[in-house]
């Protein structure tokens, strides 16, 4: 089925580990972005990319890292994970993240940082 | 600073009941979109809109881009459409570059049998 796929659905690391959260898209979008989702707020934009080779930062990119080498894969890399990164992380993406094109997210995966 | 705001935060309704839920917003907006989340936390995107009003089954969304306002209505709401609905502005890109979306804090409806 052509969507967003984000692996993994759960995961809990230790303070100061390191992890890459996958998020894949088959739709050929040129648009995606990274959300983390924490109680009581809105949803947060942390990084996105508007095509292969450029990204750029959201409203918390803190303690976050992305790449885009490819059109379908975007993943975000958490290089020393703290407690406050616990969180729900969903990708989404857009065929150009402009106002005439909606969004496809993928399922979420649930951080855990002890 | 919330730039989305939404209204009711929690909403409980008999079956059968017309829904309504606001979002008013502070900023120059190119789209509004409104999201759905059920209890297993995917986001399901309902509706996209720049101006007017779109329609899709029971669901009904509508926006005034002077007021900064936006309702999504619910005829003849069911216990399945029990989830939380969210509502998501993209600013009016500054400079180049599309910037994500700012997303209000959600409502959660419960429709009871």
């Known amino acids: 089925n052509a969507g967003v796929t984000q692996t993994p659905k759960f995961q809990v690391l230790k303070t100061g580990q390191s992890m890459t959260l996958q998020c894949a898209q088959d739709m050929n979008h040129e648009y995606m972005s990274w959300y983390r989702q924490d109680p009581g707020m809105g949803l947060r934009l942390i990084h996105y990319s508007v095509g292969a080779g450029i990204t750029d930062q959201g409203e918390v990119p803190n303690g976050y890292n992305v790449s885009r080498s490819t059109t379908e894969d975007f993943p975000l890399r958490l290089l020393s994970a703290a407690p406050s990164q616990t969180s729900v992380y969903f990708c989404a993406s857009s065929y150009s993240g402009g106002p005439g094109n909606g969004y496809t997210f993928g399922s979420g995966t649930r951080l855990t940082v002890v | ?113």
Request: contains cysteine; aromatic residues 6%; charged residues 15%.
């Open chain 2, 1 to 113: 600073k919330n730039e989305v705001e939404q209204s009711p935060q929690n909403l409980t309704a008999q079956e059968g009941e017309f829904i309504t839920i606001n979002c008013s917003y502070s900023v120059g907006i190119s789209a509004l979109h409104w999201l759905q989340q059920h209890p297993g936390g995917g986001i399901v995107s309902l509706f996209m809109l720049s101006s007017g009003k779109k329609k899709h089954g029971r669901l009904i969304a509508t926006i005034n881009i002077q007021e900064k306002h936006s309702s999504l209505h619910i005829t003849a709401s069911h216990p399945r459409d029990s989830a939380v609905y969210i509502c998501a502005v993209r600013p009016r890109a500054s400079g180049g570059g599309a910037d994500g979306l700012t997303f209000g804090k959600g409502t959660h409806l419960i429709i009871q049998p």
